[in-house]
């Protein structure tokens, strides 16, 4: 029988999908801004790839939010969300100002990280797995760094891109822990998994 990580309990099965989840979408390229008074916010992702759209059109529906596909001028697809009231909640913990920041000890879960994994991860070829930070919010990179160990799966920046790499045997499969497996219409080869022997 396969031995239970101390935080299992923060694992994407562990409860029920939550609005706060959609936080997974702001790690990576995912925007938030507040409209008018202030009383309505919208969230916006541009995805890497369009065959993810379905996957996370489905996650943000199982907290109760719905999205819509657009095409953004340079030919990506992004998904939004229509300004709504219940998002201002996380629109003033993810901004200061028109600025994208972490929220100060930030606690990053498995459904938190499932929707990172789902709308901006993927492995690489040397079995690490990356995940995809805003290049346009360069000050959330280091408190995601400090999110992710904090979680138990300290990663490395890869500059290039710029993302977070997370290697080793024992991290990947904290990680795969974590984010449960395969969401319904996300694309295996994208999700994280054991390589070679998982570890004990």
Known sequence: MRSVSQLSMFSAEARTPQLTDLAGLL???????RFGAGDQARL???L??????????????????????VRTESGATALRTAFRCDLVDLA??????AVKTVPPGWQLDGPALRLWAL?????????????TLDAHAPD??????????????????????????????????RLV???GPVPPQAATAD????????AS
């Open 27 to 33: 790690c990576g390229p995912g925007q938030i801004v």
């Open 44 to 46: 916006s992702i541009v």
């Open 48 to 69: 890497p790839d369009p065959a993810r759209a379905p996957a996370v059109t489905a996650a943000c529906a199982a907290v109760g939010v719905a999205v819509t596909a």
């Open 92 to 97: 003033r913990t993810w901004t200061q100002g």
């Open 119 to 131: 709308a901006a991860g993927r492995p690489d070829e040397r079995g690490g797995y990356l995940l």
């Open 140 to 173: 959330t990179h280091l408190p995601l760094v400090a999110a992710l160990t904090r979680a138990g799966i300290p990663p490395a920046r890869v500059g290039r891109e710029p993302a977070l790499r997370i290697s080793g045997t024992r991290r990947v499969q």
């Open 177 to 179: 822990e974590l984010v």
């Open 191 to 198: 999700w994280p998994r054991y390589w070679g022997r998982r």
